[in-house]
């Protein structure tokens, strides 16, 4: 009796010590801590809070009714889904061009920022910078408004470079063809500056002494690159890599939908452009949520299958 | 440099920031900037709410009005007249459901008391128990009922056979017309390509659209670059190929979906005995280069683009464009550019259909916050008297002595007012299409006029005049299009069996396309009717039946 009334006493005791210095440490902390409220909230309201309303892939869900007036329709909304003969072309889109962005796109940062540090004419190197981070600050519905006026066949830029040189102007946003070829392009124009911004304060963080130990060794700038810059920015890209995959069924939401027409419909449908259209424009919040949860699930164990590869691989992990 | 730099900056935002309080000043169709704050307008006799009332409303704002259009006259007029204000927020039509969606989201506290439903559909709002049916409310608005009139009643109504909108009424036969590049085709005949000078036939369209195809008619230096028939997408896809589709006999609903066999079953056209021939045709036009090859990407502004830049040989769009367009044409030189409206393409068949316009179109919900706070009844009293001769007056002339004047019994709008057709005249306020009620032919033809006679108009106006005049090119060729039916089954498949991308009018695009067999198509629409869409079709028809 009496030794367990002192292991009770020491938890207890032991707890509060913990406590205290939990709290004195984010004390002292508190500037940061302060900092990170602000993600928390943000995390807290659109990330938790709305997972309380899963339970909505279980109704015929109505706005202004609730879940009390709802009506219960059970896997009803899941079935309907699963058993879509185009569910699976869908998630094909979508990963096929996710692969194609991962291998074009994923990579481009990068090697832009690896190719940046070695510009030694610095105000070029600051235009260089500045010039390619400009595309990230247009919105999408202007990026796809140049896309449609540069490759319109009968109004377009390019349909006019085309008759100067004699040729016939392709349909090019028509074509199911080119549909990933012009997401991919207009992709990396709009993304490689900023996304670059990671790698290049990655680089910036690298001990300089380790360069001019390669120098002394008779290290040239490439071998410099290959065996310090490299290895450097590795565990970024492999960080950035992992929860890129996370995001392999999703999309450039906004700029898919907009460049979506019904002739290359069969490979620019994707599973988050699915969900919208057949759930939210047509107002069946049921089925709208159990695509966004079937899509979460599959999200989250590609994510686990990358980070437990990468651990394995490289011995650089998320968790 | 710096300092230069961020100076500069700062009196850019600061310009733009106070550019947002300005208010335009701009004098429009001779009436000063905000003529209408000082007029004498009396308290009507007929309907003024005791104690004032504020009526809370979600409606879509059309592109042609400027995105600050605020109704200009109309709203302040209307509070003076009958004590009713209108709070409106208004919202473009892009992305309306999302708004709709989002309101309703916000519980019943978060309704205004009137909303359009736009494309949220009104089977939606009334499912949702947003909106409240106004069956037993009829004795209150008499004059919105006998301006409907009993022939109309079935535009009223709803699938479900309930009345659930106060409607906007149109008494005007057609707005949009088939035109075409009648220049072009008399260039045509002088080269003795063809021998007409307006296609009449299925032959001499085709006739006419091939010559375009194969000659510099634009005289440009290119013989590739005009487009013989640029064809508009519509808001969703669903309304591309239509005109095309009335030449083949297919008397085709809004949507370009229903339509009704002569036997009376309300179906999908597609179940048309002429669609396959339409179908085979349509392809066979793609393919030569005849139909427009952005035709499922086109959107109007894009249509008006091809008219202005020299390019469009024909296509199907409102009438007033033949003129706006021939003008802007003359404007940049092609002095002897016309877009002449014509009568609507004659198939095969020699079928030659027009749509008639909606003259009900379902606007106005009275929403169930509406009847929570007891507004129902002021609300629908107010819509009485907009219907009523001192409403309409209001509606469609503006303020007497200000806007018109009586002359031989007849209300006449002011000159500068009309004088630039329906432009001034909507941007004033007048006929307030966002908002609706009923819009009278007398003012429509005031404007269509703008203040001339026949014989001393231009050249393009006179072909506005043609297209939209009920007695003019279009005669007898308008038919009342058949309802799309928003039925259970059409709210449950419409988006994935219809507009979706497995759905029909993809797979009708991309049969025109040639990138699906005619046989396939017809294959993969029965495949669609197992999946639902002939629950669609039936219960359209069942509800077809009851209707009517």
Known sequence: MSTVAKKTKDTVFNSSSMRKRVFNNIWLNRYIYMMVVPVLIYMVLFKYLPMYFLRASLYDFKLLKGFEGSKFVGLKWFERMLSSPELWRYIRNTLTLNSLSLLICFPMPMIFALLLNEVRNKPYKKIVQTVSYMPHFISTVVLVSMINNILSPSLGTLAKIYKLLGKTPINFLSNPDYFYGINIVSGVWQTVGWNAIIYISAISSIDQTLYEAARIDGANRWKQTLYITIPGVLPTFVLLLIMQIGQMLNCVFDKIYLLQNTLNLQVSEMLPTYIYKVGIESQKYGLATAGGLFNSVLSVILVLIANSISKKVSEISLF | ?548
Request: proline content about 3%; some cysteine; overall charge negative.
């Open chain 2, 1 to 548: 440099m710096k300092k230069i730099l961020s100076l500069v900056l700062m009196l850019a935002i600061l310009l733009s920031v106070t550019s947002v309080f300005a208010t335009s000043t701009d004098a429009v169709g001779g009436m000063e900037a905000n003529w209408w704050v000082d007029a004498d307008v009396q308290k009507s006799d007929e309907f003024y709410v005791d104690g004032d009332l504020n009526v809370k409303m979600v409606g879509i704002h059309y592109n042609q009005y400027p995105t600050t259009f605020d109704g200009g006259y109309y709203f302040p007029t209307i509070e003076k007249m009958t004590g009713v204000h209108f709070d409106i927020d208004w919202r473009t039509s892009d992305g309306y459901a999302v708004v709709v969606s989002t309101i309703l989201a916000g519980g019943l506290d978060n309704l205004p008391d009137v909303i359009q439903p736009g494309a949220f559909g009104i089977a939606g709002l009334a499912d949702e128990g947003a909106i409240i049916p106004l069956d037993d409310y009829l004795d209150l608005i008499p004059n919105v009922v006998a301006a409907v009139g009993e022939d109309r009643m079935d535009n009223w109504r709803s699938a479900d056979g309930h009345i659930y909108a106060i409607p906007t009424i149109v008494n005007v036969p057609g707005s949009q017309s088939m035109t075409y590049r009648k220049d072009w085709a008399l260039k045509l005949k002088e080269m003795g390509v063809i021998d007409f000078e307006t296609p009449e036939t299925w032959e001499q369209w085709k006739a006419f659209w091939y010559g375009v195809r194969d000659n510099d008619v634009n005289g440009n230096g290119d013989n590739a670059d005009e487009i013989p028939l640029v064809l508009e997408m519509g808001e969703s896809g669903e309304r591309a190929l239509h005109a095309l589709l009335n030449a083949f006999g297919i008397k085709a609903s809004d949507d370009a979906q229903f339509c009704v066999l002569d036997d009376g079953t309300y179906t999908m056209v597609y179940d048309h005995p002429n669609y396959k021939n339409f179908l085979t045709e349509v392809q066979k036009l793609y393919a030569d280069g005849i139909i427009d090859p952005e035709f499922v990407t086109r959107k109007q502004a894009d249509m008006y683009n091809t008219m202005s830049a020299n390019i469009c040989a024909s296509c199907f769009t409102w009438a007033q464009m033949s003129q706006t367009h021939t003008e802007e044409l003359w404007a940049m030189g092609v002095e002897d550019a016309l877009f002449e409206c014509c009568a609507p393409i004659t198939g095969p068949n020699g079928d030659s259909w027009l749509q008639e316009r909606r003259a009900v179109t379902r606007l106005n919900c009275i929403t169930a916050k509406a009847e929570a706070d007891g507004k129902v009844e002021d609300i629908l009293k107010f819509f009485n008297w907009q219907f009523s001769e001192e409403g309409i007056m209001l509606y469609n002339y503006g303020i007497e002595g200000l806007t018109y004047n009586v002359v031989e019994g007849v209300p006449t709008l002011n000159l500068e007012i009309v004088k630039n057709g329906f432009t001034d005249y909507r941007t004033i306020g007048m006929e307030c299409e966002p908002f609706g009620g009923l819009w009278e032919t007398n003012a429509f033809m005031q404007c269509l006029f703008a203040g001339e006679t026949l014989e001393n108009l231009n050249a393009a106006y006179k072909s506005f005049w043609n297209g939209l005049n009920s007695e003019g090119v279009n005669k007898g060729h308008y038919y009342p299009m058949p309802p799309t039916l928003e039925t259970e089954a059409y709210i449950e498949y419409r988006g994935e069996l219809i507009i979706g991308s497995a759905g029909i009018c993809t797979l009708r695009d991309q049969c025109v396309a040639g990138q699906l067999s005619v046989d396939d198509f017809f294959a993969k629409y029965e495949e669609l009717k197992g999946r639902g869409l002939q629950e669609v079709i039936d219960e359209g028809n069942e509800a077809y039946q009851l209707i009517r």
